[in-house]
């Protein structure tokens, strides 16, 4: 309800004193304070994104706020989800979510979604709500919430992370494009690493969230420009904001029902599990390795694709460190014949991805191949939990 009947919206007396610095703002004003307090915002997610975006709209005096969100809290995740404590590791983030946002405004409605979203349940989460704001991490997710935006006309706030690197933009609003018009098709697999296999900066996430926070509360009081229509890109190394035009694609198919996301951004995975067979890459689980390794046997050589800080921070023993980077650009793969010397070849890397295409590579110079399945982070959870898990 972009356009509520403010007559029926009141605030009190600590609210008055709660949002003065609002209430003094020519551009915001009473009005204005009662337009966020009687707007509905959802949130996707409550990580690195949802983390400063759901502080700030709490904080600013939204009404009513839902998230959706599965997942429990894990350690790794306190390095940038800094709505979440110690203390609530283990247990469900939006609970977590929940007592931090009536910690910061108790006249905060929150409802609390505790499923992955789906085909089955968008339209009906996302219903009741003036605004989305996606703060997933993964394309399926992007794909299903644009989609029921876009049958919903609803307005998409959106916002992306990884390593350094960070974009945002709105989609669906008052004309503009929509997640389909920037990304048509999902990327091939392996293109776009997740956070896990990439890393991400702790801060980033916090200057992507709020400026999405932003966007979402320009659009509720319809002040300023939004940036729909232009997607903002950010270096946080080098400092700097770069803008790129987005428009409308006029020959983009009609959204007309919701589809299932999984096997739409799984279809170029399968074709990459299918070229992986038809090259004959060989895998072998974590419990075989260690039974290679305690077998004493020296016939082979042990792998690891990973990069130089990564094999700082954990390493299996009498693994040999070759980057892929090194493989790609065919330095690694001198290297790597002379490291065999007639020995078998068995690679790892963090999760087995980067290890799978290292041996795709090596197999076309002529060497043959087997990759850990799970690489060092199933070795960590099913062998050695003395080896940092990162």
């Known amino acids: 309800m972009l356009n509520p009947n403010l007559d029926e919206i009141q605030l009190n007396k600590e609210e008055y004193e709660r949002y003065s610095r609002h209430l003094i703002l020519p551009e915001v004003g009473l009005e204005g304070q009662k337009r966020l307090k009687a707007a509905s915002v959802l949130c996707i997610g409550s990580g690195g994104l949802g983390s400063p975006l759901l502080l700030y709209l709490a904080a600013a005096g939204i009404g009513r706020l839902g998230l959706v969100d599965f997942d429990v809290v894990d350690s790794s995740n306190l390095q940038r989800q800094v709505i979440h404590g110690t203390s609530w590791v283990g247990k469900p983030k939006i609970q977590s979510a929940k007592e931090r946002i009536l910690e910061i405004n108790p006249y905060c409605q929150v409802d609390l979604y505790e499923t992955r979203l789906s085909s089955e349940n968008a339209l009906a989460i996302m219903k009741p709500y003036d605004i989305v704001v996606d703060g997933t991490d993964n394309f399926p997710t992007r794909y299903l919430v644009n989609d029921a935006c876009v049958l919903l006309n609803k307005p998409n706030v959106y916002g992306s992370i ?147 800080h990564e094999y700082e921070i954990a390493k299996i023993a009498g693994s040999v460190l070759v980057p892929l980077p090194e493989i790609e650009s065919g330095s690694g793969v001198a290297k790597v014949k002379e490291l065999l010397n007639g020995h078998k070849l068995i690679a790892h890397c963090k999760m087995g991805g980067r290890s799978a295409k290292a041996l795709g590579i090596l197999k076309e110079a002529g060497i043959e191949g087997t990759n850990v399945k799970g690489g060092i982070t199933a070795w960590s959870r099913e062998i050695d939990p003395s080896i940092p898990e990162y």
């Open 162 to 308: 990884l390593r350094f690197e960070g974009q945002a933009t709105v989609f669906n609003y008052e004309g503009g494009p929509n997640y389909r018009d920037l990304f048509p098709e999902p990327p091939p697999p392996g293109m776009v690493p997740s956070c896990a296999e990439g890393g991400v900066l702790g801060i980033l996430p916090g200057l992507i969230g709020v400026i999405q926070a932003t966007e979402t509360v320009k659009i509720i009081l319809g002040n300023g420009n939004t940036l729909s229509g232009r997607l903002l890109l950010y270096n946080s190394l080098d400092m700097t904001f770069r803008e790129l035009k987005l428009r409308p694609n006029p020959e983009r198919p009609i959204i007309e029902k919701l589809i299932d996301y999984e096997q739409f951004c799984g279809i170029p995975q399968a074709k990459a599990e299918e070229a992986k067979q038809q090259m004959g890459i060989q895998e072998i689980s974590v419990q075989e390795l260690k039974e290679l390794l305690d077998s004493n046997q020296d016939d082979y050589v042990l792998l690891d694709v990973r990069n130089p």
